[in-house]
């Protein structure tokens, strides 16, 4: 790449909400610039590779894409909108030289947004605002940019990142204009808004090779392959390097192959240069922040920083009747080497071994973050038990400090009142409050990490489903005691291992909403339903009818179930108090009580309280 060349290069990062229409973006970025047609693939939303990703609809780790378009090469790096992946965006931000923010023309800017946006700021990008979804019926384009202009200039933005361009877009109908009453026939005035609005990298391309590993990926054929865009000078494969780790240890290494990228696959180039973002391989175990470099002039890059993880929580060997049945890893050294391969490339992850050997404490940035990370080990064939999510409280001048998140409500007006009643049982407080004039209403408040533990699945209830939540860590703050978010219900417990029987099931129903269906195989100690009061009942699910040989004078009726409560395991998570344990298996996901006889609850509930 030549001088003319670096200034014809440009990297950008997207930052959106969830489900503001980011990926679907990127997708037609790819589809109209011929990046994609070339390659025949028209998948829907192709940045999406992971299953959990497609069937969420959320962007999990950031992804790099490379288009070209008219002589103009454009980086862009896909950043998680959820605040839960922040330690993925922190360190994108460092390979962009601008963002992209997306936002929904009728929703304007979210909580997650004000997250990501303020990682940018602070490393001094200028935002282009892309107003998504103009064609939509509620679209308020003038609202959103008021909104948007008042997010940045709270978040302290200078003069110039306040000055921004502004793009109308329907990324699903493929159009952006420069004029939100305008429709385009496609997504030229975006694409001239990138090349025209974004620096080309500042980079020195005649120096010394200088590049920081931003993210990591593996493959069973070439081993780690770190990912970092190029600060200064230039690479190519078989060179002599020296990798600088965080700690400021060195190692001399040689670059096996360099990766460039182009659509979304990554392809073999004979050299880059600075300003590129890249993948290299060969140079065995690398670590997220160490910094590649000549070996004639080793510098350090500074290290870069993740925020310190909010939630932990408990994960352990399955113990129960039925461990290792359904599961094809189960040991503690299984779950052990796991969480030692995810803390590779998940930063924002702290895995702690404990005095007991079967069990590991895991922190991270909340219960999506931690129960994404219990998803894909399901799905991988692991087996375990987690506990239910706490949060970590720290000292600070002799004073308990705990998490605080700022959380958005819209809700239909009819249930306001019970929302805030019950958000301040939970220690919530009320910032803000706007109606938008058609029978909704949207809410901020400021609330305790602990306290929206469990909310979720009672806020889908109480609104019907017809609400939205979004939460984002904001900060730490003074610990506000006593117990929130505790569940009312008691649960039912099985008192023996075996089948449930339509039999007993249909006389415990009125003792509660059941978990189980007939023919369900249970165990003692077995969460089956929820009490419907405040008391914990152990019941024989096993009962079955007695039978005789007298004939009956009229007919038997016909017992019939009402349909068991089939929880997600982040409704099991939320569910659980903290004597009770979610056993996560391949198959299934079960509640147990920690101590599965009722000789040892109640010997336990007799000990005193240490």
């Known amino acids: 790449m030549n001088t003319t060349d670096i200034n014809k290069l440009r990297n950008i990062a997207i930052i959106a909400h969830v489900d503001h229409g980011k990926t679907t973006l990127v997708d037609k970025l790819l589809q109209q610039s011929g990046t994609l047609e070339s390659r025949g693939e028209q998948e829907e939303r192709v940045m999406d590779s992971n299953d959990i990703e497609k069937e969420r609809g ?3 780790l950031a992804k790099n894409t490379a288009i070209n378009w008219n002589d ?6 896909d950043t998680p909108g959820h605040a839960d992946f922040g330690g993925e965006v922190e360190r994108v931000m460092s390979m962009a030289d601008s963002v992209l923010l997306l936002v929904d023309a009728q929703e304007g800017p979210m909580p997650q947004t004000r997250f990501v946006t303020q990682k940018a700021f602070a490393q001094g990008l200028k935002p282009i605002v892309v107003i998504n979804k103009i064609d939509k019926p509620g679209a308020r384009p003038d609202w959103v940019i008021d909104q948007v202009f008042d997010l940045f200039d ?5 003069d110039e990142q306040l000055d921004f361009q502004v793009v109308y877009a329907s990324a699903l109908n493929g159009w952006a204009s420069l004029d939100a009453d305008t429709k385009e026939d496609d997504m030229t005035a975006l694409f001239q808004t990138i090349v025209d609005q974004v620096s080309a990298p500042d980079a020195d391309i005649d120096g010394a090779f200088q590049m920081q590993i931003s993210q990591l ?12 865009r190029v600060k200064r000078g230039s690479v190519k494969p078989n060179q002599q390097v020296t990798v600088v780790t965080a700690d400021g240890k060195k190692r001399n290494g040689k670059v096996g192959l360099v990766y460039g ?3 979304l696959a990554r392809h073999e180039v004979e050299s880059a240069h600075a300003g590129d973002i890249i993948a290299i391989t060969g140079l065995g175990e690398l670590k997220i922040s160490d910094t590649i470099c000549d070996v004639n002039t080793v510098e350090a890059l500074p290290p870069l920083t993740v ?6 929580m408990t994960f352990q060997v399955n113990t129960s009747p039925f461990a290792g049945k359904e599961g094809k890893y189960v040991t503690s050294r299984n779950i052990l080497e796991r969480l030692k391969d995810e803390l590779v490339h998940n930063v924002a992850l702290r895995v702690e071994e404990t005095q007991d050997p079967d069990k590991f404490r895991v922190s991270g940035r909340g219960e999506l973050h931690l129960g994404i990370l219990i998803e894909n080990m399901r799905r991988e064939g692991y087996e375990l038990a ?9 000292e600070v001048d002799g004073a308990t400090q705990e998490p605080y998140e700022t959380l958005t409500i819209d809700c239909e007006e009819q249930h306001q009142g019970s929302i805030m009643e019950q958000l301040g049982m939970r220690k919530a407080e009320m910032t803000d409050m706007s109606p938008d004039g058609k029978g909704r209403v949207r809410i901020d408040f400021v609330i305790p990490s602990r306290g929206l533990i469990g909310f979720q699945t009672e806020f889908m209830t109480m609104t019907s489903g017809s609400g939205l939540l979004y939460h984002t860590f904001d900060h730490y703050g003074p610990y506000k005691g006593g117990i929130i978010g505790k569940r009312k219900n008691g649960v039912l417990i099985a008192n023996a291992n075996g089948k449930a029987l339509t039999n007993a099931l249909f006389n415990l129903q009125e003792r509660g909403r059941l978990f189980i269906g007939h023919g369900v195989e249970v165990y003692e100690g077995m969460v089956i339903g929820i009490h419907s009061r405040d008391n914990d009942l152990t019941v024989n699910a096993l009962k079955g009818k007695q039978l005789t040989n007298v004939r009956a004078s009229g007919t038997d009726e016909a017992q019939t179930l009402v349909p068991p409560i089939r929880m997600s395991l982040e409704q099991a998570l939320e569910f659980i108090d903290d004597d009770e344990l979610v056993e996560v298996t391949p198959e299934s996901i079960r509640i147990r009580k920690k101590l599965l006889t009722e000789n040892e609850r109640k010997r336990a509930s007799r000990a005193p309280k240490s």
């Open 72 to 77: 103009y090469r454009i980086n862009i790096v």
């Open 217 to 228: 990926d593996y493959n069973s054929y070439v081993g780690v392959i770190g990912v970092g």
């Open 386 to 394: 987690v506990s239910r999510p706490e949060v970590i409280l720290k």
């Open 307 to 312: 925020d310190e993880p909010t939630v932990t």
């Open 154 to 158: 709270n978040l302290g933005a200078t």
């Open 58 to 60: 959320i962007t999990i």
């Open 261 to 263: 990228y182009l659509g």
